[in-house]
Structures are given as C-alpha cells and as structure tokens.
C-alpha cells in the first residue's frame, strides 16, 4: 500500500498554462506539505496544512495555490507557468504537528518540466 | 535564514568502509528533532534516522547511527560498513517543534566506491 502517493509523475507543459498535481496520504496523518526540489537539489518548503487548515505559508508566488479538500487530501494548483517552476515538488505528511519525533513521509514527487 | 548546513556537496567512501556526513544547526529554541533522509537517484526521499533535542543517547538504526553533540549543534550521520546501495544524496532536517516547519539542508552527495 502506498502511504504517500502523488499524480502525475511526470508534468511537461507550456508557459502560460494551468495544471494541478494532486496528493493523498492514507496513514491517517494530520499534516501534509508541499516542497519544492530545484535542479539544485535544495528542498524548500512552500504549505503545510494540518486538518485543512492552512499553517504555513511561505514566500510562494500567488500563482501557486494549495487546496486540501480533506485531510488526506493536498492538492497544488499552479496558475500561469513559468520556466522558473519547473522542479521537482514533493508532497509529504505528519502525525502530532506539535511535537518533533514523528518524520516527514514523502511522496514519489511530481517533475514538473515548463518549456 | 538557513538552519542547517551541511558542508560537504560531495564525498567518496570505499565499499565496507564507514564515513561521517556532517550537519550542523542553528536554533534558539530547546526543543527540537533533527532527522536524516536518502534521496537515491531513483528521486524518492527514504527516512533514514530521528534524534530528539532531549535525547540523552545517539540515535541508531542499523548501519547509521547518529552522532549527536548538542553543544556544538551538529548531529552528524554515521553510516557503517558502506555498500554500493548507499550512493545517494542525503539530506539533514530539522523540525522546529513551535512553528512546526522542516528546515533542510542543501545535500551531501555519496558515493560508494567498489
């Protein structure tokens, strides 16, 4: 059984478009995230949500919008592409958001390829 | 502000010999944990070892343990007995137990020489 699963694998699109990458955890997590691997390797986180709520929010373009339908569900949507968004993005999730022993589960990753 | 760094972009270690990937981090806060993940070349990222800022013992899982000396803030990666299937990139984190945020540093990458 997939615990973090992310569709699709592979996104190759033109500027301008609009696409979405979808995420869901079936370990009964209540915190999911979405990071942003660049061609440099660097992981930097851009959401996290706990419960559906929105708890982090860092420094993204307005173009890139988040939306958990559900907690096991975090979907990223991504408005108007641009060439500096292609990268990889990762989802992951949590249990117990206010403590530090439990790990960060990750998705497979989701490579986004703007031309 | 970054908080974790880890200084070595690269590194070589001959098959069944052990090596040491260094973290080092920066936070005011007394309570945190700091984790290691693999990243093969496959893209996927692998948990691999937690240590707790109140853990009075270095973490272990199998061949990797975790060197923790707090008042130096590092908590170094100890893999033993090196194998081929240990050339990835690998990532310290640590999670900042009041805004909840996992801070990464920027990847070592090893390779296993046979």
């Known amino acids: 059984d997939t615990a973090v699963s992310q569709t699709p694998k592979y996104l190759v699109t033109q500027m301008g478009n609009d696409k979405s990458i979808k995420c869901e955890q079936n370990?009964?997590?209540?915190?999911m995230y979405w990071y942003k691997q660049d061609s440099k390797k660097f992981l930097k986180i851009m959401f996290s949500?706990?419960?559906?709520?929105?708890?982090i929010n860092e420094t993204v373009p307005n173009r890139f919008s988040p939306k958990s339908p559900d907690k096991a569900h975090l979907n990223l949507h991504i408005n108007s592409l641009e060439l500096g968004d292609s990268a990889v993005y990762f989802c992951?999730?949590?249990?117990?958001?206010?403590?530090?022993?439990?790990?960060?589960?990750f998705g497979p990753g989701t490579r986004l390829t703007v031309t | 502000a970054q908080k974790i760094t880890q200084t070595q972009p690269g590194m070589f270690v001959q098959e069944k010999e052990a090596v040491t990937l260094d973290c080092t981090y920066d936070?005011?806060?007394?309570?945190?944990?700091l984790f290691w993940y693999k990243q093969p070349s496959s893209g996927e990222m692998i948990f691999l070892i937690y240590?707790?800022?109140?853990?009075?013992q270095n973490a272990t899982e199998g061949r990797y343990s975790l060197n923790f000396q707090k008042a130096r803030k590092s908590a170094n990666l100890v893999i033993s007995a090196s194998q081929l299937g240990d050339s990835a990139m690998y990532f310290c984190?640590?999670?900042?137990?009041?805004?909840?945020?996992?801070?990464f540093g920027s990847g070592t990458k090893l390779n296993v020489k046979p």
């Open positions: 992951a999730s949590s249990q117990d958001p206010m403590g530090t022993a439990n790990e960060q589960y």
């Open positions: 370990l009964g997590h209540d915190t």
């Open positions: 949500y706990n419960n559906k709520e929105l708890i």
């Open positions: 936070t005011s806060d007394q309570s945190y944990g």
């Open positions: 240590q707790g800022s109140y853990d009075e």
């Open positions: 984190a640590m999670r900042d137990a009041i805004f909840n945020k996992f801070y």
